[in-house]
């Protein structure tokens, strides 16, 4: 029996870009997805993360009961709703009656809606009485929270989206938009190919794909952009392209901040950026001659101990230049989640409260605390996030509420988070994933909706307000967040205010966006002038909308007035103040992290599906290739990277958009999928003084090779996310271990493991059974004193699932094999042998797949390219490219660099 | 100046190949006399399976044509036992009265089935499986019985059983051993080639022991009874089950025999001037039953022949091949593996392939192969030439194709060093140029 297809409007859930999805289902599965062409934020556009989205959220890993355990070492066991809020109420009265209000904490996510962050702010500072809640948003756009509020007064991004397209010279500062936002990137490409004439400047340690757009790319040291912007700003006071007029009537500060950068000469900030000079003064001539000025930025700015000064610097830029409020111009943050922005609208940081008010502000607090009817919300500042994992470490937090969010994976000095969450008395998860690493540590595990399944509103980068819209019902018993904090809530209430009104009586999010609109009434956000039926008719509307309003606000500050005391603006004349670690000899190589193009955050979601591993597989720390030469390492090999926290075992690549004494991970990989606590393990929790935001991009790293002679390698088909959660475990005696996905229509895990000697063969024996090489078809070949042994599986002339124990030569043609989907018969008698090839040219691996959308391999992209290819001949030849785009960046640098590859 | 004489008895495989290598050494040397037996002209008993089967004809296999014996001036004197050897007189007599006198003497009387000392051995229809006539008498009950048993699941009772039921028989295999061939393979193998010979119809009692043979009024042998009492209709029982060599001749001449002549490593026995080769020989305490060391034996007694005398032979290791066709099985050395050695496995289940490859450290020491045995003549190299193997441990397996260098030092992928030398070898299968078999 199939249901008719029907159609749901809804948002993506993925990065700040907000891009309006067209969601396909028959009313109780997604069947698919398409770009919402009536959206402005993507006119029709999705990235590849965004048009596989119905193929995300395989059942087998998301949550769908309550799960709780009264003993940390005992497993969880299924409850019903009713005994696991009871409970939770319980241990939270309890916790609070013993230990105070600030011995509770609730962590939250930038991927929440608004209705439930909103739900979670109530909770927490009308409620249980803490300003302990804060977001995942602290690691991602904290920093670019305080630059607007010290320069511009109130954390409000001034641009749209269409000044990327209008403006004349537009920098990108510490951002790989082709990969973390692709979206807003295929516009700023089609806009630049309308008009050739815009100039486009990258500033990136790394030579990223947005870089192949870029007239000019800074690529400085890491951590050193407040030198290089100050640096500019002296180089445009100089030529006398800073505009005075502008200066003396909106801003205050700029002696200051002059005085501060005539020491920025040229000559140092090219020596202390690690640039040529004259890329400096290229850089200042063309920001200086452009009649509209835009920056975009994201974590390359804000995750730093200098992010808060990073982003006012750069804002610095724009207001001694007066490139700010007009078409095309304007410092414009990039957020990295779906919703930070609507958490910082609610207060969802703990120095927040809603409507943009300050917790620190007795009169915000009081504003608040009025509306909502209760005595008082807090004075007592709350904790953010690293020091809010901190206080759990130490044991001042004895309850902790974790929501949509997996610190366990994404927190700096993974060691030190787990340590805290395992010793943490009572660790509540509410989350739509089970297979997260936060979730091994939660006491009680609480099933959530997800998107596609819920209702609410998210506001993207560009203030703009979306619909998220309930296509699906959610599976098992996963409820909206929104609904567990209000239900939660309500059974608190028995214990903390009985017999008074609830505080927490909304049936839909509705009633929150409604009870929550009020508090922005005033506010430099004001959108009390929005409901959902505006949104529902006329499509998604940008803040501020008060009360009256027909329509929404494209850009802000248009009068040069700006939502300070004074009405003016603020120059910002923080000093260049070096990263943490800096490179010395006992840690000579410097850490980056970042994104990859189709995988996003700690992979819960993308994870599960299996193509969006197509693109990288694993985890590879890049190098330089000078830096490997000098190591004597080839690509592949493994080496321990220690950093001053903890060691990671890794296979190296080089990787030319390095500098040499650079090193670059992607930050998506937990313990969940590469052994050793993930990448964050290395990196460092030291944090912005004002933003809090911590130094993921900064660490101090050494390698050294480690010799592992015994290798694994294992492939099997079907079941991928219980399998995992089945064999993970049986890896923590390896040194290396490293897990993915593979596969497009048929997906299999794959994994990688090496470590010293080998383990026992019942070891083998229970892996086997995990894959399906027990018995039954299965090829064998055992070398027992050289711990050799291979296992494939056969059926109906298709391999279905391997293993190569102590020699894994012939892994990536057997794994191709499985890919194609046959087998040739003569390829039968060396299927176990030791061939790093295959024995015939026909399956030759294809490598990694470049593009997702119509399974195009990098392969027969350079194929295409040696043929005399250009990117509309191989578009039309592969059908690459003309998808979602997200690849284009990819195969333009490849055919930029094939005569020399030739 | 007058020839020497030589006299050979035994007009076999062994006997004649000695004389093809002596030919090619001294064409001249002697005047040569041959007594057989049979009264063929030398044939190639290996192929008296194929004959069975139906695969080829008597004429197919003869090896060795009377014209050739003409050709090269050698006295055939068939269808003649020789029954004396003289040694004072140096002359050998045969059951016919006729003489021959010798200055050197060979004897390559070879060896015949043993027979079961049970009762009914004697009965009619009770044959071993030797030579043309047991094929004859095969062919003809065949034709006109219907249930044959074979005693004894080796190498000769297998090619037996399968040319009988291909022959039409509804054949049963008696076997003492907890599995078939076991001299020559392992449990593994043995079970993959049960399987395939029973689903072509045989039937197997593995495990069982042969106490009688029962006959009918006339003398024809009707059942066979097992220990465990159970009985099995027979119109044809073939023993299968070992060979004795013949050398009581070479005993009555008053040499020393011990299940074999005995012969020294030029395959002289203690009189000087009398050699010994074949499956009558005891060399070093071994006494051969496959065709490859009696023609290594050849080659080395030729050479005392023709008084080169530089040539000695060690012992041979041998190694087996099963000729029932679609059926490929090999194995050679020490292929069960024992104390000291360590094995190498590879199994394909579905593709009916099964190879084991015995280590002793780093030399290959015996392999069984069953449903692949393309490389089997390149193993036997190896376990012949006791070659350090360490090297191409891990690519032992696959045969000498699957040589080339290959990697494993990485665990990506990348970066590794690698070759088409299995591309290349794909196409070319490796096979045995010299056919090892059972004479």
Same mark, same amino acid.
């Given at each position: 029996?199939?249901r008719?297809?029907?159609t749901?409007?809804?948002t ?13 289902h028959d009313g109780?599965r ?9 959206h402005?934020?993507?006119?029709g ?14 059942l087998?890993?998301?949550a769908?009961?309550?799960?709780l ?5 005992l497993?969880?066991s299924r409850?019903?709703?009713?005994s696991?809020?009871?409970?939770a109420?319980?241990v ?10 600030e011995?509770?904490?609730f962590?939250?996510?930038?991927q ?7 739900a ?11 300003n ?21 007064g109130?954390?409000?991004p001034p641009?749209?989206?269409e000044?990327?397209e209008?403006t ?6 510490g951002?790989?938009m082709?990969?973390?936002?692709p979206?807003?990137?295929?516009r700023l490409e089609?806009?630049r190919?309308?008009?050739?004439q815009m ?8 030579r ?9 790319h800074?690529?400085?040291?890491p951590?050193?952009d ?19 007029g ?10 200051a901040l002059?005085?501060l ?11 202390r ?5 004259r890329?400096?003064?290229a850089?200042a001539q063309?920001?200086g001659?452009?009649a509209?000025?835009?920056s ?9 101990t ?8 750069l804002?610095?830029?724009?207001l001694?230049t007066g ?12 957020t990295?989640?779906?919703n930070?922005?609507?958490g910082?609208?609610?207060g969802s940081l ?5 409507g ?9 607090r009081?504003?608040v605390?009025?509306?909502w009817?209760?005595?008082?919300v ?5 904790l953010?996030?690293i020091?809010?994992?901190e ?10 509420w974790i ?23 009572f ?8 297979t997260?690493?936060?979730c ?35 599976p ?5 967040d ?14 903390l205010?009985p017999?008074?009104?609830?505080l927490f009586?909304?049936?839909t999010?509705?009633?929150l ?7 922005t009434?005033g506010?430099?956000?004001d959108?009390s ?6 949104i529902?008719?006329?499509g998604p509307?940008q ?6 309003a027909?329509?929404g606000t ?8 700006f939502?300070t005391p004074?009405?003016r603006?603020?120059?910002?004349a ?8 800096s490179r010395?000899t ?24 299996a193509?969006?591993f197509g693109h990288?597989?694993?985890p ?7 830096t490997?030469?000098?190591r ?6 493994l ?7 903890a ?20 930050m ?8 050793g ?18 130094e993921?991009?900064h660490?101090?790293i050494?390698i050294e ?12 088909e079907?079941?991928?996310q219980?399998?995992?959660?089945a064999v993970?475990p049986m ?5 290396y271990?490293s897990f993915?996905?593979a596969g497009?229509?048929?997906a299999?895990?794959?994994i990688?493991a090496?470590?010293q ?7 083998l024996?229970?892996i ?8 039954g078809?299965v ?13 494939v599986r056969?059926e109906?002339g298709?391999?279905?699932s ?8 012939a892994?990536d043609?057997?794994?191709q094999l ?8 003569a ?10 090839e295959a024995?015939?040219?026909?399956t030759?691996?294809a ?11 990098q392969?027969r992209?350079?194929?295409?390219i040696?043929a ?5 001949g ?12 997200s690849?284009?960046p ?6 930029a ?6 | 100046?007058?020839? !020497? =004489?030589l006299v ?7 006997? /004649?190949?000695?004389l093809e290598e002596? *030919? +090619? ?9 041959v007594?057989?037996?049979?009264p ?12 069975l089967?139906?695969?080829?004809t ?18 055939l004197?068939?269808g003649?036992t ?8 140096r002359?050998?007599i ?9 200055d050197r003497?060979?004897i390559?009387?070879g ?8 009762p009914g051995?004697?009965?009619?229809g009770?044959?071993?499986y030797r ?7 095969m !062919? =003809? ?8 048993v074979? /005693?004894?699941?080796?190498?000769l009772? *297998? +090619?037996a059983?399968n ?9 049963t ?12 393979l392992?449990?593994a193998?043995?079970?993959l080639?049960?399987?395939?010979l ?6 197997f009692?593995?495990n069982?022991?042969?106490?009688d043979?029962i ?5 024809r042998?009707?059942?066979v009874?097992?220990a465990?009492?159970?009985t099995?209709?027979?119109?044809l ?5 070992g060979i004795r060599?013949?050398s009581?001749l070479?005993?009555q001449?008053?040499?020393p025999?011990h299940r074999g002549?005995l ?6 026995t ?11 020989v ?7 039953g ?5 023609f290594?034996q050849?080659?080395v ?6 008084m080169?005398?530089f ?5 041979s290791?041998t190694?087996?091949?099963l ?10 050395g ?8 360590e ?7 579905v593709?009916g ?7 002793r450290?780093d030399r290959?020491v015996g392999?069984?192969?069953?449903g692949d045995t393309?490389d ?5 190299r190896?376990v ?15 045969g000498?194709?699957?040589?080339q260098h290959?990697d494993?030092g ?5 970066g590794?060093?690698?070759t ?5 070898a794909?196409?070319?299968a490796?096979?045995?140029t010299?056919?090892?078999?059972p004479?």
């Amino acid at each position: 029996m199939t249901r008719p297809a029907r159609t749901t409007a809804s948002t993506c859930c993925y990065c700040g870009v907000g891009c309006g999805v067209l969601i396909e289902h028959d009313g109780e599965r997604i069947l698919g997805v398409a770009g919402d062409s009536s959206h402005p934020a993507n006119l029709g556009r999705l990235c590849s993360k965004g048009t596989t989205l119905h193929l995300t959220g395989d059942l087998d890993a998301r949550a769908l009961h309550p799960e709780l355990r009264l003993g940390k070492g005992l497993p969880r066991s299924r409850v019903a709703w009713d005994s696991a809020l009871d409970h939770a109420a319980g241990v939270f009265a309890d916790t609070l009656r013993q230990h105070g209000p600030e011995s509770v904490a609730f962590y939250v996510s930038g991927q929440l809606l608004t209705e439930d962050y909103y739900a979670f702010n109530k909770l927490a500072r009308a409620l249980v009485g803490t300003n302990n809640l804060d977001s995942n948003s602290r690691l991602c756009m904290s920093s670019a929270v305080v630059g607007y509020k010290r320069s511009l007064g109130a954390d409000a991004p001034p641009c749209c989206y269409e000044d990327i397209e209008q403006t004349d010279c537009l920098l990108i500062a510490g951002s790989n938009m082709a990969y973390a936002h692709p979206v807003l990137f295929r516009r700023l490409e089609e806009a630049r190919a309308r008009r050739p004439q815009m100039k486009v400047i990258v500033v990136d340690p790394r030579r990223t794909d947005t870089c192949e757009l870029a007239d000019l790319h800074l690529q400085i040291l890491p951590g050193t952009d407040v030198a290089l912007f100050h640096g500019l700003l002296h180089l445009l006071l100089r030529d006398g392209h800073v505009d005075r007029g502008f200066i003396a009537s909106h801003t205050e500060g700029f002696d200051a901040l002059e005085a501060l950068v005539q020491d920025y000469t040229p000559a140092q900030v090219a020596e202390r950026c690690g640039i040529d000079v004259r890329d400096l003064f290229a850089c200042a001539q063309m920001i200086g001659g452009a009649a509209s000025f835009l920056s975009l930025w994201c974590m390359g700015l804000n995750q730093s101990t200098a992010g808060s000064a990073k982003n006012s610097a750069l804002i610095n830029l724009h207001l001694a230049t007066g490139q700010i409020g007009r078409v095309g111009a304007g410092p414009f943050s990039l957020t990295g989640q779906p919703n930070a922005m609507g958490g910082r609208e609610t207060g969802s940081l703990s120095n927040l409260l809603p409507g943009h008010r300050e917790v620190a502000d007795p009169a915000h607090r009081a504003e608040v605390a009025a509306y909502w009817g209760v005595p008082a919300v807090p004075a007592q500042p709350g904790l953010s996030a690293i020091e809010l994992f901190e206080a759990v470490h130490d044991g001042r937090i004895k309850a902790l509420w974790i929501v949509c969010t997996n610190p366990a994976q994404s927190l700096p000095d993974q060691q030190r988070v787990h340590q805290a969450l395992a010793a943490c008395p009572f660790v509540v998860v509410q989350e739509a994933f089970a297979t997260t690493e936060t979730c091994r540590h939660a006491d009680l595990l609480l099933p959530a909706a997800s998107w596609g399944e819920k209702d609410g509103t998210v506001t993207n980068s560009e203030r703009r307000i979306s619909r998220v819209r309930q296509a699906v019902p959610a599976p098992g018993e996963a409820r909206p967040d929104w609904a567990i904090a209000c239900d939660f809530a309500r059974r608190l209430e028995r214990h903390l205010r009985p017999g008074a009104p609830s505080l927490f009586d909304f049936q839909t999010p509705q009633a929150l966006f409604e009870e929550y609109k009020a508090l922005t009434a005033g506010r430099d956000l004001d959108y009390s002038g929005l409901d959902y039926a505006r949104i529902d008719v006329h499509g998604p509307q940008q803040w501020p909308f008060p009360t009256g309003a027909a329509t929404g606000t494209a850009r802000l500050y248009a009068a040069g007035r700006f939502p300070t005391p004074s009405g003016r603006a603020r120059f910002i004349a923080d000093a260049y103040v070096p990263p943490i670690e800096s490179r010395d000899t006992r840690y000579p190589l410097t850490l980056n992290t970042g994104r990859l193009r189709d995988h996003w955050h700690g992979m819960s979601r993308t994870g599960t599906a299996a193509r969006l591993f197509g693109h990288v597989e694993q985890p590879l720390l890049g190098l330089h290739p000078q830096t490997l030469a000098q190591r004597g390492l080839v690509e592949g090999e493994l080496v321990r990277v220690r950093s001053r926290r903890a060691g990671l075992v890794l296979p190296v690549q080089a990787d030319p958009s390095l500098r040499p004494e650079q090193a670059f991970v992607p930050m998506h990989w937990g313990d969940r999928f590469l052994k050793g606590l993930g990448i964050n393990a290395l990196t460092l929790p030291a944090r912005d003084p004002l933003s809090q935001q911590p130094e993921l991009k900064h660490a101090g790293i050494e390698i050294e090779r480690v010799d592992l002679p015994w290798h694994f390698f294992a492939l099997a088909e079907g079941r991928v996310q219980a399998r995992l959660e089945a064999v993970r475990p049986m890896f923590e005696g390896f040194d290396y271990a490293s897990f993915s996905l593979a596969g497009r229509d048929r997906a299999a895990l794959v994994i990688r493991a090496a470590r010293q000697d080998a383990p026992g063969s019942e070891w083998l024996e229970m892996i086997d059974r995990l894959l399906d090489l027990a018995d039954g078809p299965v090829l064998t070949y055992d070398d027992p004193r050289r711990a050799v042994g291979k296992r494939v599986r056969v059926e109906q002339g298709r391999l279905l699932s391997l293993r190569l124990a102590g020699e894994t030569a012939a892994r990536d043609w057997l794994k191709q094999l499985w890919q194609d989907g046959t087998l040739d018969p003569a390829l039968r008698p060396w299927l176990l042998a030791p061939l790093s090839e295959a024995p015939r040219a026909t399956t030759a691996p294809a490598g990694k797949t470049l593009c997702n959308c119509m399974d195009i391999s990098q392969a027969r992209v350079c194929a295409g390219i040696a043929a005399g290819l250009d990117l509309e001949g191989l578009k039309r030849e592969l059908g690459c490219g003309t998808q979602c785009g997200s690849c284009i960046p990819e195969i333009r640098r490849l055919i930029a660099r094939q005569p020399v590859d030739a | 100046m007058k020839k !020497l =004489r030589l006299v050979v008895i035994g007009n076999g495989m062994a006997g /004649i190949r000695t004389l093809e290598e002596l *030919l +090619e050494l001294s064409p001249a040397l002697y005047d040569i006399t041959v007594f057989g037996a049979e009264p063929h002209p030398n044939y190639n008993r290996i192929l008296l399976s194929p004959v069975l089967a139906g695969e080829r004809t008597f004429d197919d296999i003869v090896l060795n044509p009377t014209s050739w014996y003409a050709a090269n001036g050698i006295r055939l004197l068939t269808g003649r036992t020789v029954v004396t050897i003289d040694r004072v007189r140096r002359r050998v007599i045969a059951d016919d009265g006729t003489e021959a006198r010798y200055d050197r003497l060979l004897i390559a009387t070879g060896s015949r089935p043993f027979t079961l000392p049970i009762p009914g051995n004697r009965l009619d229809g009770v044959i071993g499986y030797r030579d043309i006539a047991d094929t004859e008498t095969m !062919l =003809r009950t065949a034709r006109t019985h219907r249930h044959a048993v074979v /005693i004894g699941g080796g190498l000769l009772g *297998l +090619e037996a059983a399968n040319g009988l039921a291909l022959r039409g028989m509804s054949v049963t295999v008696v076997h003492l051993g907890e599995w078939l061939m076991e001299r020559q393979l392992d449990r593994a193998a043995a079970e993959l080639l049960q399987m395939e010979l029973e689903s072509r119809g045989l039937r197997f009692l593995l495990n069982r022991q042969t106490t009688d043979l029962i006959g009918d009024e006339r003398g024809r042998v009707r059942t066979v009874r097992l220990a465990d009492g159970e009985t099995l209709p027979a119109d044809l029982v073939v023993m299968a089950a070992g060979i004795r060599p013949n050398s009581e001749l070479a005993q009555q001449a008053g040499l020393p025999c011990h299940r074999g002549i005995l012969v020294n490593d030029t395959l002289q026995t203690y009189d000087p001037r009398i050699y010994a080769v074949g499956e009558c020989v005891s060399h070093r305490g071994v006494g051969y039953g496959l065709v490859a060391p009696l023609f290594e034996q050849a080659r080395v007694c030729a050479n005392h022949l023709a008084m080169l005398g530089f040539s000695r032979y060690e012992g041979s290791v041998t190694s087996t091949k099963l000729k029932v066709t679609g059926i490929d099985l090999f194995s050679a050395g020490d292929f069960l593996g024992g104390e000291g050695t360590e094995s190498i496995t590879l199994r394909d289940p579905v593709a009916g392939v099964y190879k084991k490859l015995v280590m002793r450290g780093d030399r290959l020491v015996g392999a069984c192969l069953y449903g692949d045995t393309r490389d089997s003549g390149w193993y036997l190299r190896q376990v012949r030439e006791r070659r350090n193997l360490s090297d191409l441990r891990d690519r032992l397996m696959f045969g000498p194709t699957g040589h080339q260098h290959t990697d494993s030092g990485s665990v990506t992928g990348s970066g590794e060093t690698t070759t088409d030398l299995a591309r290349q070898a794909l196409p070319t299968a490796h096979r045995l140029t010299v056919s090892e078999q059972p004479a």
